[in-house]
């Protein structure tokens, strides 16, 4: 080891020390912003559906014809993971339902309208109990909803919306699908901001302070 | 020819903290009585509210005869005389739920039970005598709307019901006698049922004429008692909201509409359009 005792060596162990300490903090600051961004962005946050911003959910009136597709389409993943959710407990099991039926769909012969609204034909329609043999409207039918198929579109749901419907179905994020982008691309395009970030950190700031 | 108010009215008497407007009838001396949570109004023909009445329970039905009011609650029916004081109470709160339709007949109360999804006959101290329209819905009326309405046919003592999930109009003999129905789901004519549950609510006027309300479009249609069709409200009358309208009609055939959610009352003449009954 050799120790300079050189009066003209000292500045330039000064200025490395200090090359290396900066470098060190500026390592030790780009470390922690990182793992504070990382932090807020982890699996404790979650995107959620404001059902009452939505407009498939609640907001405004129903008619498939003025669906919002945005939760379909606007995902990165090539299937949504957005969800169509029926809510059996809410669910009216009627014979004739709007969500599953298209119901200005010409009527068959057995006075059922003779297509279907959904156009992945997500929906699967069992009956319940027994068929009564007698009287075909006499019976209560499940209306389930087929995750592999369902992309998230909003026919059902609108279809669904009170008045027309009870409600019961309704979009929800797959948290098990969902990628939990810093920047969601459906969060970006929905219209009514109904597309929120849920999470036990508050969200980071849209823009640094001082403009 | 559309059917078009020719007066509408209400709504600022009616509460705001009230869920909803339920039931109305014409009592005896031609006021309409609209139920409202706990309150019962009475309105003249000219609109105006003219007397008010507040009870300890929920209304949900309201009915008429001569000299008296009936008003359907969970659990039972209260009978009121012509200026709302209750006189007696008909309970049956082990089998009965939320009342949503009341007829009064000579001797025997007709109740539409929504919770149990059933017609009922009870006699006025309180015994179930019969269960009305079981063998024809064997698993029930079904009823997502959450209400159950059915009204009286002064022409020939009959009931009428309005079964919404089956699109349809039923008839029955007060002794519980199925006797027919008419009605059938569909978008495209108008004397068809739409939607997934329509029609909703129904009375019948003295004449026999059959009105009933519908939500999703929310109107209101005139039928002969056989089911032909005569006339339906023109689009925008109703709010695009607005379901389960309560329907009464008057001595003269006039037909009284209210919308529970925006607390609405639409008055409706009949004569006007030329309508008979066939």
Redesign the interface.
């Known amino acids: 080891m050799s120790v300079s005792n050189s009066p003209h060596d000292a500045p330039s162990d000064r200025r490395q020390f200090l090359q290396r300490a900066g470098r060190t903090a500026g390592a030790a600051a780009l470390i922690g912003v990182g793992g504070a961004l990382g932090r807020r962005a982890c699996i404790q946050d979650a995107w959620a559906i404001d059902p009452n911003q939505c407009i498939n959910i609640r907001l405004g ?2 008619g498939s014809d003025r669906v919002c597709d945005v939760c379909a389409t606007s995902c990165v993943l090539p299937l949504s993971a957005v969800r169509a959710v029926n809510d059996h407990g809410q669910c ?7 969500a599953y039926f298209d ?2 769909s010409p ?1 068959g012969p057995d ?3 003779s297509k279907k609204l959904c156009p992945r034909d997500a929906i699967e329609r069992r009956v319940i109990g027994d068929v ?1 043999p007698y009287d075909p ?4 039918y499940e209306y389930v909803v087929d995750d592999e198929k369902c992309n998230g579109c909003g026919l059902c749901v609108m279809e669904c919306k ?5 409600g019961s179905i309704r979009l929800e994020v797959r948290y098990d699908l969902c990628l939990r982008c810093n920047r969601c691309t459906i969060a970006s395009d929905c219209p009514e901001e109904a597309y929120v970030r849920v999470g036990p950190q508050a969200a980071p700031a849209a823009q640094l302070e001082g403009g | 020819m559309p059917l078009t108010a020719i007066r509408t009215f209400g709504s600022s008497e009616l509460g705001d903290d009230s869920p909803r407007a339920t039931g109305a009838a014409v009592d005896a001396r031609g006021r309409l009585l609209v139920a409202d949570n706990r309150r019962v109004f009475a309105y003249d023909a000219s609109g105006a509210c003219v007397a008010q009445n507040e009870y300890a329970e929920a209304i949900w039905s309201v009915a008429t005869t001569a000299t008296n009011r009936w008003y359907g609650v969970r659990g039972g029916v209260l009978e009121a005389d012509i200026d709302g004081r209750i006189v007696a109470e008909m309970r049956d709160r082990q089998q009965l739920g939320r009342v949503t339709a009341v007829i009064a007949l000579d001797d025997v109360l007709i109740v539409s039970d929504a919770t149990h999804r059933v017609l009922a006959a009870y006699s006025r101290d309180g015994r179930r005598l019969r269960d009305i329209g079981r063998d024809v819905n064997t698993r029930g009326f079904m009823i997502p709307n959450g209400t159950l309405d059915a009204a009286h046919d002064p022409t020939d003592d009959t009931i009428c019901v309005a079964h919404s999930q089956k699109h349809r109009v039923e008839r029955y003999r007060a002794d519980g006698a199925y006797l027919g129905a008419w009605g059938r789901f569909g978008m495209a004519d108008p004397a068809d049922f739409g939607g997934c549950c329509n029609p909703t609510n129904i009375a019948v006027s003295p004449s026999g004429l059959i009105a009933v309300s519908e939500k999703a479009p929310s109107q209101t249609k005139i039928y002969t008692r056989d089911g032909q069709f005569l006339a339906a409200t023109a689009p925008g009358e109703f709010a695009d909201e607005s379901k389960n309208i309560a329907l009464a009609f008057a001595d003269d055939e006039a037909l009284y509409a209210v919308e529970p959610q925006t607390r609405r009352i639409h008055l409706f003449s009949l004569v006007a359009l030329e309508v008979h009954a066939s």
């Open positions: 009136v129903t009216g099991r009627c014979c004739i339902c709007p119901v200005r009527v006075g059922l309208p009564d409207l006499n019976n209560f009170d008045p027309a419907g009870l």
